[in-house]
């Protein structure tokens, strides 16, 4: 008996597989840093005002923010919608679709994590709107709406920082020799950012498993951590 010709159902089988890819919807949520009231709301109407934005990728929102670490992502991810201390919701935006796995997307996250260090932030040409940008472009093609960052290309500076309180610092030594300072000042400015979303950093554990710490208590004890890259 010849042997059977699959020739004719390759396509079948292609259409099935193309079938079976799934999309995954890429969302924006913009966020308003200055108070409720009438400066707002004129500001809001004419595109001017000073913006904090997050992507939404399969129920997390990720954004950015800078910090003093030195070699550690400003990376992080909280529950869609966690206002910023002091900011308002203001809208929600359906950038696209990406057709990339779970995988692929996890990869583009880690890769972004590399990219936006928290060291590398600046109010001007790499902050959280930048990071928005960066991201939807890697995962649909097409970058985020250039009017999020309108306010820093006039100069004006974005409080997105992540607070100091939520990172673990690296055990490494310094260029210069010198432990990083563990001291965590209540008062500076980037400890009051944001403290109230509880943003989420990846660290991995001495197994060199990746491990999520939500906070101080559920963080394991006597594992030499690191602070580690997303996701």
Known sequence: MPPRDNTAAQPAIRHRSTLSLQKTEITIHVYDLLPPGRISSVLWTFGASLLHSGVVINGREYAYGGHDRRRVTGVYWTKPKTEPPGGTFRCE???????????????????????????SYNLLTKN???FTSYLCHKLTGTP?????????SIGVALPCVVPRDWIEPPEYDTA????????????HE?????????????????SGEDTEWDSEEERPRGAAARAKRLP
């Open 176 to 187: 210069d020799g010198e432990l990083l300072d563990e001291v965590d000042d209540p008062t």
């Open 128 to 130: 959280c709107n930048h």
């Open 144 to 152: 985020g709406p250039g009017w999020l960052n309108r306010a820093a």
């Open 190 to 206: 980037h400890s009051r950012m944001l403290r109230q979303s509880r943003p989420h950093l990846l660290v991995q554990d001495a």
């Open 93 to 119: 935006i359906l950038h696209g679709f990406t057709l990339a796995t779970q995988e692929e997307i996890d990869a583009t996250l880690r890769n972004a994590s590399d990219d936006f260090l928290g060291t």
